[in-house]
Antibody, heavy 119, light 107 residues
Framework: QVQLVESGGGVVQPGKSLTLSCAAS????????IHWVRQAPGKGLEWVAL????????YYADSVKGRFTVSRDNSKKTSHLQMNSLRAGDTAVYYC????????????WGQGTLVTVSS | SYVLTQPPSVSVAPGQSARMTCGGN??????VHWYQQRPGQAPVLVVF???DRPSGIPERFSGSNSGNTATLTISRVEAGDEADYYC???????????FGGGTKLTV
């Protein structure tokens, strides 16, 4: 069965960096794009980034562009989200999700990892 | 940038139908996807490409999309349907995924 497992969350000081990982299993990882989506406490879903199945293209929300970098290693079936210059407003549960097709839908989601930016 | 507007809340009695709207400029020209998120859980895709259901999603969940409004309808609502529901599109102008603000369904 399709499974996505995020890791790497924790408490980090403002201005610091953190890298999240998303480990995939149960499907041909190299054939699917990966979304990163976050949810601040008590708030709605906010899309963060998308990386294509082969890593050749990536897109970012305006709120994170220039600070976050999405990558993937198809040989390890893993995607990473490197987050730099973190701010209090980046505090959220971060989910990775499989992109179902080019219409942008996310058909399978991980359980998320919590990132807290606080001094 | 493209904006999706959802009512903050919808209430319905068990056994009745719940309709949740998602408004956007000419949204009928886009593919709309809907997610259910129960408290403390990850989102689950319940309708994709306006009207299709993933395997395992009950037929009680249906979608439509025309003009400036997409709609998710849940027939014969059950207590277990109580959750937040989000609509989502891909905006080709910005190459961004756009989520609506979400609707809390109370049963």
């Amino acid at each position: 069965q399709v499974q996505l497992v995020e890791s790497g969350g924790g408490v980090v000081q403002p201005g610091k960096s953190l890298t999240l990982s998303c480990a995939a299993s149960g499907f041909t990882f190299s054939s699917y794009g990966i979304h990163w989506v976050r949810q601040a406490p008590g708030k709605g879903l906010e899309w963060v980034a998308l990386i294509w199945y082969d890593g050749s293209n990536y897109y970012y929300a305006d709120s994170v562009k220039g600070r976050f970098t999405v990558s993937r290693d198809n040989s390890k079936k893993t995607s990473h989200l490197q987050m730099n210059s973190l701010r209090a407003g980046d505090t959220a549960v971060y989910y990775c999700a499989r992109e179902g097709d080019s219409s942008g839908r996310a058909d399978y989601w991980g359980q998320g990892t919590l990132v807290t930016v606080s001094s | 940038s493209y904006v999706l507007t959802q009512p903050p809340s919808v209430s319905v009695a068990p056994g009745q139908s719940a309709r949740m709207t998602c408004g956007g400029n000419n949204i009928g020209g886009k593919s709309v996807h809907w997610y259910q998120q129960r408290p403390g859980q990850a989102p689950v895709l319940v309708v994709f490409d306006d009207t299709d259901r993933p395997s395992g999603i009950p037929e009680r969940f249906s979608g439509s999309n025309s003009g400036n409004t997409a709609t998710l309808t849940i027939s014969r609502v059950e207590a277990g349907d109580e959750a937040d529901y989000y609509c989502q599109v891909w905006d080709t102008r910005s190459d961004h995924v756009i989520f609506g603000g979400g609707t809390k369904l109370t049963v």
